[in-house]
Structures are given as structure tokens and as C-alpha cells.
């Protein structure tokens, strides 16, 4: 009766245990599979060459790596006119500056934008295609996400793509 109970409780034991590391594994799953930030700041401070614009944005951003898709949503505000495109531009780390010679950075989306106000929201997606834009250089930072008005056609404010 004795070797029956402690069987029973290793058992138990064994079932909780597997039960508590599952639900890690599934957390952690979660963690490799889905990557999001909000509240990423936009500003003039961040184009290169520095836009003097007082304008301020920030950008939610979300990927996941089964869909291949990264979303965004951009909010702004102080703009100096009518946002007229939005680009995201790649690979490019933090202050790198895509006039630079033989460093241009084509935009691997760009919209031309009618309707806006200097102060909104947009939303979009990319296709993360692992050709045009690859999954690793998404994650590790190198795309930024810029907003041209009349007055900076080169871009008035700029939020880095970043999960950290």
C-alpha cells in the first residue's frame, strides 16, 4: 500500500511538471513566432539629413513569422502640411543616411497619400518575402519607416523598425 502511494504522488508530481513546463514552451513559442512594439517614436531629430520640423509621430509595429507580414500603424501630429507619402525604406540601421553616395535606400513601399491632414493616422502592411525584405534584417532593425510632406519631399519624420 505504501510503494501504491508513492507511486501515485511521483506520478502527480511527474504530471505537474509536465504540465507547468508545456505552458513555458508554449510562452516561449509565442515569443519566437510574434514580435510587436508600440509607441515608437517619429521625428525630425531621427531623418538623415536632420528635418528641423517640431513634428512628432510615434508607430505601432507587429510581425509574425508564420503569416510573413509586418504591420504598422503610424500616428502624427505638427506636420508641416499634407503628408503626401509615407516609405519604408531598407536595409538601413539608425542614422544611416540614404543620400549618401553609392549608399541610396529605395523604398521597399511607398505610397502617395491624398486626403490626409498634418495631423492622422495610417495603417499598412508589408510583405516580409525573403527576397526584397528579408525576415533577419526586419528583426534586427535595418527598415525605418518615413513620412514626406511638400516641405521635406525627402521626409519630415522617421521611426527605425525595432522589437527592442
Not at 536632420?50 to 507587429?62: F, I, P, Y
Not at 505638427?78 to 525604406?89: A, D, E, F, N, Q
Request: net charge positive; aromatic share 10%.
Amino acid at each position: 500500500m505504501k510503494f501504491f502511494k508513492l507511486t501515485a504522488l511521483f506520478s502527480l508530481v511527474c504530471a505537474f511538471s509536465l504540465t507547468l513546463s508545456s505552458c513555458e514552451k508554449d510562452s516561449e513559442d509565442r515569443k519566437r513566432l510574434e514580435f510587436s512594439k508600440t509607441a515608437i517614436i517619429m521625428s525630425g531629430a531621427q531623418e538623415t539629413p536632420l528635418s528641423n520640423s517640431s513634428a512628432l509621430g510615434t508607430m505601432d509595429v507587429n510581425y509574425r513569422r508564420d503569416t510573413k507580414i509586418l504591420n504598422y500603424k503610424i500616428t502624427w501630429s505638427g506636420l508641416s502640411g499634407t503628408p503626401i507619402g509615407i516609405g519604408i525604406h531598407g536595409t538601413a540601421p539608425t542614422g544611416f543616411n540614404p543620400y549618401a553616395p553609392a549608399a541610396w535606400t529605395t523604398p521597399v513601399q511607398a505610397f502617395t497619400l491624398t486626403g490626409l491632414t498634418a495631423t492622422g493616422t495610417y495603417s499598412g502592411s508589408l510583405l516580409v518575402d525573403g527576397f526584397a525584405v528579408k525576415e533577419e534584417d526586419v528583426l534586427s532593425g535595418l527598415y525605418y519607416i518615413n513620412l514626406r510632406t511638400a516641405s521635406y519631399p525627402a521626409g519630415e519624420i522617421r521611426g527605425q523598425v525595432k522589437f527592442q
